[in-house]
């Protein structure tokens, strides 16, 4: 483990692969404020059932990529732990299934590396919170997606010290690095001579095709080759309002389960609860954040159903 000095203490630098330990919901209770919040981080309803819990360190997330703002930002002292998704109960029922970001002041090194405890743990979480954890300000879901611009600072990509720490810190190989770097470069090239990124899509109809199939749980498909997606959208990469991602095109002609159907999520630039209709999550289709300068979010692609098709 390795550690940073901060005037008279020292605070752990959890890399990946570092096994660490939830503090119990008490503890957490007492490094929030008034708001709920860390450093501008919120600590979640549905995060304190993991309180007590073991877990490895999944990536760190010292910086993420803001999708609607289209900017990376810096994130201090928080990580990803393995597999640990937030599940909406709290907020409306969400079913975006983010990965939780925890703050460093939240975990706890595990002084006998054993096993990952996978027992209940009533003990050392009571059945009550000690004080009620906001979800809602203003008339809006309040999240930590939807608080990641207020608890962020914008981070340029000429800040060399970035990759460095994707590298030191374990979220990115050496050969990863320069693959986004790549990718990095041939956009900005790109942009230069105002065309689109690598991957880019668009339609040329002024309306999006509505190809429903009704697809559940466990179901295989394909995904669609990039002429038949084009197909189904408008002039502006979207298909009812859903964006065609460029980093999904490689998995066009792919064949992948369905994992399940989404019809809530919480916008995270508005904390809006909206509704959306034929869309659906693939087992093992997540942001890889290779075009989005190495962000760990680890986030679940949305698949219009237009997009996909029934494998034979």
């Known amino acids: 483990m390795m550690f940073r000095k901060r005037g008279a203490q020292s ?40 309180c007590g819990g073991r877990f490895r360190v999944y990536r760190r997330a010292d910086k993420v990529f803001l999708d609607h703002h289209f900017y990376v930002a810096r994130l201090k002292g928080t990580v990803l732990l393995e597999g640990v998704r937030c599940d909406g109960a709290s907020h409306g ?24 405890q996978d027992a209940p743990l009533e003990a050392a979480c009571p059945a009550q919170p000690p004080r009620e954890l906001p979800v809602r300000q203003s008339g809006r879901y309040c999240c930590q997606a939807s608080e990641l611009v207020r608890a962020t600072t914008p981070l340029p990509w000429w800040d060399a010290r970035q990759y460095v720490r994707d590298v ?80 999904t095109a490689e998995c066009c002609g792919r064949r992948y389960r369905v994992a399940s159907r989404v019809e809530r999520l919480i916008l995270e630039w508005s904390g809006e609860m909206r509704s959306i209709a034929d869309t659906v999550i693939l ?11 190495g962000c760990p979010r680890d986030c679940h692609q949305l698949w219009r159903e237009a997009w996909l098709k029934r494998a034979n």
Do not use: Y
């Open 11 to 50: 605070r752990p630098s959890w890399r990946v692969g570092d096994l660490v330990e939830v503090r119990s919901r008490q503890e957490i209770l007492a490094t929030l404020d008034s708001e709920g919040k860390l450093d501008g981080v919120p600590f979640m309803p549905e995060m304190a059932e993991h």
């Open 93 to 116: 029922g969400c079913q975006m299934g983010c990965l939780m970001f925890w703050k460093e002041a939240w975990l706890k090194p595990v002084d006998a590396p054993g096993a990952i």
């Open 168 to 247: 030191a810190s374990g979220n990115l190989t050496i050969g990863q690095l320069g693959r986004m770097l790549l990718v990095l470069g041939r956009n900005m090239v790109r942009r230069i001579r105002h065309r689109e990124r690598v991957g880019t899509l668009r339609g040329q109809h002024a309306r999006s095709v509505n190809g429903r199939l009704d697809l559940q749980p466990g179901e295989i498909v394909e995904v669609k080759s990039k002429e038949e997606i084009q197909a189904t959208l408008d002039k502006h990469g979207r298909t009812r309002g859903l964006g065609f991602a460029p980093e």
């Open 283 to 293: 087992e093992g289709v997540t942001c890889n954040g290779i075009s989005r300068r």
